[in-house]
Nanobody
Framework: VQLQAFGGGLMQAGGYLRLSCAASERTYNKYVMAWFRQAPGKERDFVAALSRNGGSTWYADSVKGRFTISRDNAKNTVILQMNSLKPEDTAVYYC??????????????????WGQGTLVTVSS
């Protein structure tokens, strides 16, 4: 499956952005979908994940209560709504898909398919 992420940009702290990840095929009931991010000079970190049927979500502690992951099945799209943005949210955001198990949703190695990344910059 091919993934394309878009929606990044420049935003002031406290603002919001909405990232989308469009898949080339159906992902509902097939793949766990996730977002990771990589800040300059740092490793790629887990942000959020959504179960195959959309019934379960997982979040990194750093984004809980601010970010929401969801799925638009009709459009084969996964959305990351990011509110109350902070400068430390600045990173390239990647979407990922894979038939992973619950215990590994936060591991980048558990995902088979990756989008190209979209840059989010949050100014203070």
């Amino acid at each position: 499956v091919q993934l394309q992420a878009f929606g990044g940009g420049l935003m002031q702290a406290g603002g919001y952005l909405r990232l989308s990840c469009a898949a080339s095929e159906r992902t509902y009931n097939k793949y766990v979908m996730a977002w990771f991010r990589q800040a300059p000079g740092k490793e790629r970190d887990f942000v959020a994940a959504l179960s195959r049927n959309g019934g379960s979500t997982w979040y990194a502690d750093s984004v809980k209560g601010r970010f929401t992951i969801s799925r638009d099945n009709a459009k084969n799209t996964v959305i990351l709504q990011m509110n109350s943005l902070k400068p430390e949210d600045t990173a390239v955001y990647y979407c990922a898909a894979g038939p992973t198990i619950v215990s590994r949703v936060s591991y980048s190695s558990a995902y088979y398919y990756w989008g190209q990344g979209t840059l989010v910059t949050v100014s203070s």
